[in-house]
């Protein structure tokens, strides 16, 4: 299993710019989230999901969209890019609510 | 709502010294609680994991942690630190009830291992 996959490793984008952040899972888990990491800020989620087509806010839901057509993929959206938005993100699974949380690679994302 | 605070974002050991790194967490229900390490350009590993079983939870790479339910407390623990154990600690906290799923987790703390 190749476990929790996130494309692209690093992006630079322009504000007001748009971009998927990718993210797959291949054991089957049923929740699935998005943090970003920011240092001195631990890891805050932004939006997560409990199954194919339910998902939910987190803490800073704003300036993100998800969607979840499949069990496999949860892509988060960034509509228009802002300074802010620079942060590591990293998506996460488990199979169960309350089951640990299996991490992908992260991608970092810088907005100019 | 649920928080965790970690004492220190930066601790300090020798190589061979013990280990201690704080987490005091608040939760309205039996908590869940975890500790996930994260090394340099990488993803987050679950070192371990309190459920409501055994206070004392062993992990991997030698470190434990005890759940304190008196003093809301899940200290992470490892008798001699290595130097590959140079990382950042987060301690992570889900309460129990079926409602809800969010994972909050604490700033973290960087140990430095000195040799």
């Known amino acids: 299993n190749a476990g929790v996959t996130q494309t692209p490793k690093f992006q630079v984008l322009k504000t007001g710019q748009s971009m998927t952040l990718q993210c797959a899972q291949d054991m089957n888990h049923e929740y699935m989230s998005w943090y970003r990491q920011d240092p001195g800020m631990g890891l805050r989620l932004i939006h997560y999901?409990?199954?194919?087509?339910?998902?939910d806010q987190g803490e800073v839901p704003n300036g993100y969209n998800v969607s979840r057509s499949t069990t496999e993929d949860f892509p988060l959206r960034l509509l228009s890019a802002a300074p802010s938005q620079t942060s590591v993100y990293f998506c996460?699974?488990?199979?169960?609510?309350?089951?640990?949380?299996?991490f992908g690679p992260g991608t970092r994302l810088l907005v100019l | 709502a649920q928080s965790v605070t970690q004492l220190g974002s930066h601790v300090s050991v020798s190589e061979g010294a013990l280990v201690l790194l704080r987490c005091n967490y608040s939760?309205?229900?039996?908590?869940?609680l975890f500790w996930y390490v994260q090394y340099p350009n990488q993803g987050l590993q679950l070192l371990l994991k309190y459920t409501s079983a055994a206070t004392l939870v062993k992990g991997i790479n030698g470190f434990e942690a005890e759940f304190k339910k008196s003093e809301t407390s899940f200290h992470l623990t490892k008798p001699s630190a290595h130097m590959s154990d140079a990382a950042e600690y987060f301690c992570a906290v889900s309460d129990s009830g079926a409602g809800s799923y969010q994972l909050t987790f604490g700033k973290g703390t960087k140990l430095s291992v000195i040799p």
């Open positions: 996460a699974s488990s199979q169960r609510r309350k089951e640990t949380q299996y």
């Open positions: 939760s309205s229900v039996p908590p869940y």
């Open positions: 999901s409990v199954g194919a087509g339910i998902t």
